[in-house]
């Protein structure tokens, strides 16, 4: 049994190497396939590692359809591995072919997201969430809608309130922007995340009384504290006054001691401290006065010198005890009000999933880790262990502290029973530190990062050290020689400007090429920044314009050609610009669905239909509607858009509504779907294959699905998601992909052009970080955020801020490193030129300085080929529209006329005409028995249209006979949302008979029972309802009111009181 980690450098084979341990394993086995579970970080690694797999598989089943320099490497690697012959080899691979093709669903290859959830799936009782939940990615939506429920407290819970108002108040003293609800937003953001996870689950649990009690000691000390100072700096400044001495006629004038003083007279206690001025003075390097100063002066100054080197000697007191306590109260006050409703905040997310089905993907771990945490044995992989007994986990660089303490246990598990487990990553790939990637647990393997003296990690740990076997993987195939030898001297080189605490993450960085031929170039352009912002920006862009059109005539096609960026704002500038100069292009925000004109004429066609009065709406409809006129060629109907500019609302609103054809355009009763489909058809947008509307309508079917809104709540939801979602292009499309570095992990490029390379640290990655306060006797406060700014190194948290900022460092460089290792042939970086003293930590100084390096640095050239360009054989190109393979039609009709839908209600004889009034009473029965509430009504006659279960031409007939129901005055409150709720209530007699109750309204003094019949009035009604009346009282001891409602196929209701 082994724990095998392989360090795995860019382009070294790591995928390959994970396919040779899978089918080690598996061919020694193959029943075994079952019991292997990989994970990796994405959902494209884990289908290509899938892929690898099966394909090797295939390659040894079918020699003669092989590749047979491919097959034959491939076994030679594997006998190797497995000491068997190919005979045996080839006919194990058949069976484990044979046996995860007809049994996929055992071929466990996923991402580290998707193992969770499928985990918390299986566990959803022990883990007490919904059994039925819906997976919410976007943390924005779901911070939104607690900031939103947490205002909606106000003035009805009084802590709320308070602390609320409380907040307003301090960020009005700050003088900053007193958004309550942003900053909630923000800070309910954060506990998302599972650092806030990690540092609470030892907590205690804090009462409200807790809360106020820490955070009124820590607005107290922190004013309690500037108040001494200021009163020791206003006793310094009345002295002087006493000897009509004015403050910058002491040392320094005005940027001396007399300006120090004023400064903390006016509680600018950090900005004195963190100066030089002041400690010159603690220390005596420095006198109040100067030596030369007029006899006036000194004589005037010696009278009140000793009072003033007597408060002098207090502020020293208090730098030297009480500073540091002081800075890490404040940093505590930034976010001491959202903290205070921290426990709020936590229970509107239970609230949430309870009530809505959702729980947001970061649960997942946290959920797993609790229980974890509290079972005394992990039960929760107890099944799981018997399934799986060997783990591959590739990207371990990327993984979060709290996923892989969650693996841990499986681990263990697996090494005691002798088993095989793997562990591949590399630490200068580790760009996603803001995920909560941890890199360093990787770095330090076998140990486990923060262990935190628990007994059961460092149980494990101890295993782990028994069977830990390393391997570097230092071969790169991906890139030319060329390449690899550049990049083997720059990173040797520039590693020596990482901080020395993380040098040591390069130190095997250098590797070997398996391409021979001496080919592969790296080329520098330092770029004039002369000018403002603007002509800057259009130098990269010719620039890049320029590269492209020549990598053409070299025999390049687009496809082979990626534009990496840091920022998806910098690549959206590119993709612009190359696709205004007739370059395919495929980009974010190219394929965004709101970047198509189409997709917004439709969104605002239907915002109109229910708002036309907004005018910001109607502008975009009239500049959409003249956009979708131009790529038409319809100059007559452009004229006629500029037209509708210029006329009175009123009549605009009716000329765009006759334009966009929104007088024939019925919505009322109809799904959302039906809204977009009817709309695409009416604009004429279903005559040219459009993938952008293709792709919305896919958007619009997962909202139905998932949400069920109305119009009305798609638009809002449009408004939130409408930057996120994106159209999918096919692999093989012919265009320049521009794309950020973070979205080129992993992949690879022929030709790789690097702009805009001058990227710094200047703020550290991490914004905030988690403390324990357990020594700093807060009341009962345990953990606290503060902001990682220069304040914290004057605060017992200095080393964190420290080991931040080389963190940080170390991002930079590790960004550079993976944008850098994704070219096969060509690299070409475009870079600001630095100054020639310029000393920062940024990368054009690294450039720079590896160019003075190798003396070869010339203040005026400014560009540098490193290698030689590969011979590129010139093809016909193939250079066609990314569009080339749409779908050549769209096809687009009524389906109401040409389905007739059958349905459940076909059970009730809805189609029997010779009993209409009972088949008008069932179907409205129907509908009652799902609305519990008056609002629910208008999302469950849209569920009706949409099942077919209702006619389009019954809609409002139905709609304005259940409107009489519900808001009749004597069974109104019945539907009120503050009673609780049960309907088709079946209900067993002590004499064995079961009653069947339509409604019941539980209120706290009372219980309203509703009954519903259809055609005459009978005596025996009323005596059914006393019945039930009776028998509900007897149960609930409390007083019930009955009520007899009486409908047919006409609109009129009858309501009878039954007493």
């Known amino acids: 049994m082994t724990l095998k980690v392989y360090r795995s450098s860019a382009g070294s084979g790591k995928t390959y190497t994970l396919v040779l341990?899978?089918?080690?394993?598996?061919?020694?086995?193959?029943?075994?396939?079952?019991?292997?579970?990989?994970?990796?970080?994405?959902?494209?690694?884990?289908?290509?590692?899938?892929?690898?797999?099966?394909?090797?598989?295939?390659?040894?089943?079918?020699?003669?359809?092989?590749?047979?320099?491919?097959?034959n490497i491939l076994i030679k690697n594997l006998q190797a591995n497995l000491m068997q012959d190919?005979?045996?080899?080839?006919?194990?691979?058949?069976?484990?072919?044979?046996?995860?093709?007809?049994?996929?669903?055992?071929?466990?290859?996923?991402?580290?997201?998707?193992?969770?959830?499928?985990?918390?799936?299986?566990?959803?009782?022990?883990?007490?969430l919904p059994s039925q939940f819906e997976v919410e990615l976007e943390s924005e939506q779901l911070a939104q809608l607690m900031a939103d429920i947490l205002m909606s407290k106000i003035g009805q819970d009084e802590f709320v309130t308070e602390t609320i108002i409380g907040f307003v108040m301090h960020l009005m003293n700050e003088e900053s922007d007193f958004q309550v609800e942003k900053e909630l937003k923000t800070f309910s953001k954060k506990l998302l995340k599972e650092e806030a996870y990690l540092y609470a689950r030892n907590a205690s649990i804090l009462t409200e009384e807790d809360i106020n009690h820490a955070k009124e000691l820590i607005l107290n000390t922190v004013n309690e504290m500037e108040f001494r100072v200021k009163l020791i700096a206003d006793k310094m400044l009345g002295l002087l006054d006493s000897q009509q001495i004015d403050r910058f006629e002491l040392?320094?004038?005005?940027?001396?001691?007399?300006?120090?003083?004023?400064?903390?007279?006016?509680?600018?206690?950090?900005?004195?401290?963190?100066?030089?001025?002041?400690?010159?003075?603690?220390?005596?390097?420095?006198?109040?006065?100067?030596?030369?100063?007029?006899?006036?002066?000194?004589?005037?100054?010696?009278?009140?010198?000793?009072?003033?080197?007597?408060?002098?000697?207090?502020?020293?007191?208090?730098?030297?005890?009480?500073?540091?306590?002081?800075?890490?109260?404040?940093?505590?006050?930034?976010?001491?009000?959202?903290?205070?409703?921290?426990?709020?905040?936590?229970?509107?997310?239970?609230?949430?999933?309870?009530?809505?089905?959702?729980?947001?993907?970061?649960?997942?771990?946290?959920?797993?880790?609790?229980?974890?945490?509290?079972?005394?044995?992990?039960?929760?992989?107890?099944?799981?262990?018997?399934?799986?007994?060997?783990?591959?986990?590739?990207?371990?660089?990327d993984t979060s502290v709290l996923q892989w303490q969650n693996f841990l246990p499986l681990i263990e598990n697996s090494l005691a029973n002798a088993n095989q487990n793997l562990i591949v990553g590399d630490g200068k790939q580790s760009i996603y530190r803001f995920r909560s990637g941890e890199v360093e647990q990787f770095l330090i393997l076998p140990k486990v990062f923060r262990s935190d003296n628990q007994e059961s990690l460092i149980r494990i740990e101890q295993l782990m050290k028994q069977h830990y076997a390393f391997s570097n993987l230092d071969t790169n195939y991906r890139s030319a020689a060329g390449i690899v030898s550049f990049n083997n001297d720059f990173f040797d080189f520039v590693k020596d400007k990482l901080p020395e605490s993380m040098q040591f993450v390069y130190s095997d960085q250098r590797q070997k090429s398996a391409k021979t031929m001496d080919e592969g170039s790296t080329t520098f352009h330092f770029m004039d920044e002369a000018g403002n912002a603007k002509s800057k920006m259009q130098s990269y862009l010719d620039h890049i314009l320029?590269?492209?059109?020549?990598?053409?005539?070299?025999?390049?096609?687009?496809?082979?050609?990626?534009?990496?960026?840091?920022?998806?704002?910098?690549?959206?500038?590119?993709?612009?610009?190359?696709?205004?100069?007739?370059?395919?292009?495929?980009?974010?925000?190219?394929?965004?669905?709101?970047?198509?004109?189409?997709?917004?004429?439709?969104?605002?066609?239907?915002?109109?239909?229910?708002?036309?009065?907004?005018?910001?709406?109607?502008?975009?409809?009239?500049?959409?509607?003249?956009?979708?006129s131009i790529d038409k060629s319809?100059?007559?109907?452009?004229?006629?858009?500029?037209?509708?500019?210029?006329?009175?609302?009123?009549?605009?609103?009716?000329?765009?509504?006759?334009?966009?054809?929104?007088?024939?355009?019925?919505?009322?009763?109809?799904?959302?779907?039906?809204?977009?489909?009817?709309?695409?058809?009416?604009?004429?947008?279903?005559?040219?294959?459009?993938?952008?509307?293709?792709?919305?309508?896919?958007?619009?079917?997962?909202?139905?699905?998932?949400?069920?809104?109305?119009?009305?709540?798609?638009?809002?939801?449009?408004d939130e998601v409408k930057g996120k979602r994106s159209v999918i292009v096919p692999e093989e499309t012919n265009a320049v992909k521009v794309m950020t570095i973070h979205k080129a992990k992993g992949l690879e490029f022929p030709v790789v052009i690097l702009p805009f390379v001058s990227s710094s640290p200047g703020k550290n990655s991490l914004t905030e970080a988690w403390v324990d306060l357990r020594e700093e006797g807060i009341g009962k406060l345990e953990t606290g955020l503060i902001p990682l700014n220069k304040s914290v190194e004057n605060t017992r948290f200095a080393d964190l801020y420290v080991n931040e900022s080389d963190k940080s460092k170390l991002d930079v460089m590790n960004v550079l490193y993976v944008a850098m290792t994704r070219p096969s042939e060509r690299m070409y970086i475009l870079s600001p030129k630095p100054k020639s003293t310029e000393v920062s930590f940024t990368y054009p100084v690294f450039f720079r300085d590896f160019l003075a390096h190798k003396d070869i640095w010339n203040e005026e050239q400014l560009k540098y080929t490193f290698g030689k360009h590969p011979i590129k054989l010139k093809l016909k190109n193939d250079i066609h529209a990314i569009d080339d393979n749409k779908t050549k039609v769209f096809i687009s009709s009524y389906w109401q006329t040409k389905l007739m839908v059958t349905s459940e209600l076909q059970t009730l004889n809805i189609l029997n005409k010779t009993n209409e009034a009972l088949v008008w009473g069932n179907l409205i029965h129907l509908i009652l028995s799902e609305i519990h509430y008056s609002s629910d009504m208008e999302h469950i006659l849209s569920?009706?249209?949409?099942?077919?279960?209702?006619?389009?031409?019954?809609?409002?007939?139905?709609?304005?006979?259940?409107?009489?129901?519900?808001?009749?005055?004597?069974?109104?409150?019945?539907?009120?949302?503050?009673?609780?709720?049960?309907?088709?209530?079946?209900?067993?007699s002590k004499d064995g008979k079961v009653y069947r109750i339509d409604r019941l309204s539980y209120f706290e003094n009372r219980i309203l029972l509703i009954d519903y019949k259809t055609g005459a009035k009978l005596e025996k009604h009323g005596n059914q309802i006393k019945g039930y009346m009776n028998y509900v009282f007897e149960l609930e001891s409390k007083p019930v009111e009955g009520y007899l409602v009486y409908f047919g196929a006409d609109e009129e209701i009858e309501v009878e009181k039954v007493s």
């Open 21 to 71: 341990e899978y089918l080690g394993l598996v061919l020694r086995k193959p029943g075994l396939y079952r019991n292997i579970l990989a994970v990796t970080f994405t959902n494209k690694a884990a289908n290509e590692l899938k892929e690898r797999v099966l394909h090797s598989l295939w390659l040894l089943v079918n020699p003669a359809e092989s590749n047979v320099v491919a097959r």
């Open 634 to 718: 319809s100059n007559d109907f452009g004229k006629l858009v500029i037209q509708l500019s210029q006329l009175q609302e009123e009549e605009q609103i009716t000329a765009l509504q006759k334009i966009a054809n929104l007088n024939e355009m019925g919505i009322k009763g109809i799904t959302v779907y039906d809204v977009v489909e009817q709309t695409v058809r009416l604009l004429n947008l279903e005559s040219t294959p459009d993938p952008y509307i293709q792709f919305l309508m896919d958007e619009v079917h997962r909202f139905q699905v998932n949400e069920r809104g109305s119009l009305e709540d798609f638009l809002s939801y449009w």
């Open 251 to 397: 040392a320094g004038g005005s940027r001396g001691i007399g300006s120090v003083i004023e400064s903390l007279s006016n509680r600018e206690i950090e900005k004195v401290f963190l100066a030089k001025t002041i400690h010159s003075h603690f220390s005596g390097e420095k006198e109040f006065i100067k030596k030369t100063s007029v006899s006036d002066l000194s004589n005037s100054f010696r009278i009140i010198e000793p009072q003033m080197k007597s408060c002098l000697k207090l502020l020293e007191a208090f730098y030297l005890n009480e500073f540091k306590r002081f800075n890490l109260y404040k940093l505590l006050r930034k976010n001491i009000y959202a903290f205070a409703l921290q426990s709020q905040m936590l229970q509107i997310i239970r609230d949430i999933g309870t009530e809505k089905q959702i729980i947001h993907i970061s649960e997942f771990n946290k959920s797993i880790a609790r229980l974890l945490q509290n079972a005394a044995v992990p039960f929760i992989y107890e099944r799981l262990g018997e399934r799986y007994s060997h783990f591959l986990l590739d990207e371990f660089q």
């Open 546 to 628: 320029e590269l492209v059109n020549q990598l053409v005539d070299d025999g390049y096609n687009w496809r082979d050609i990626a534009v990496l960026s840091r920022a998806n704002t910098t690549g959206n500038q590119i993709a612009r610009f190359l696709a205004n100069h007739s370059i395919g292009v495929v980009s974010a925000d190219s394929l965004l669905l709101n970047a198509s004109s189409s997709v917004r004429l439709i969104i605002n066609v239907m915002r109109f239909y229910l708002q036309p009065e907004d005018r910001i709406n109607r502008t975009e409809l009239m500049n959409n509607l003249y956009d979708f």
């Open 86 to 128: 190919e005979k045996t080899i080839t006919s194990n691979a058949s069976r484990v072919f044979s046996n995860i093709l007809h049994h996929y669903s055992d071929f466990s290859i996923s991402t580290i997201d998707s193992f969770a959830h499928r985990l918390v799936r299986t566990f959803t009782r022990d883990l007490n």
């Open 943 to 988: 569920k009706y249209i949409e099942n077919g279960l209702l006619k389009l031409t019954e809609f409002d007939k139905v709609k304005s006979q259940i409107q009489r129901i519900l808001f009749h005055p004597l069974l109104s409150f019945g539907f009120d949302e503050t009673a609780n709720i049960k309907t088709e209530v079946e209900l067993l």
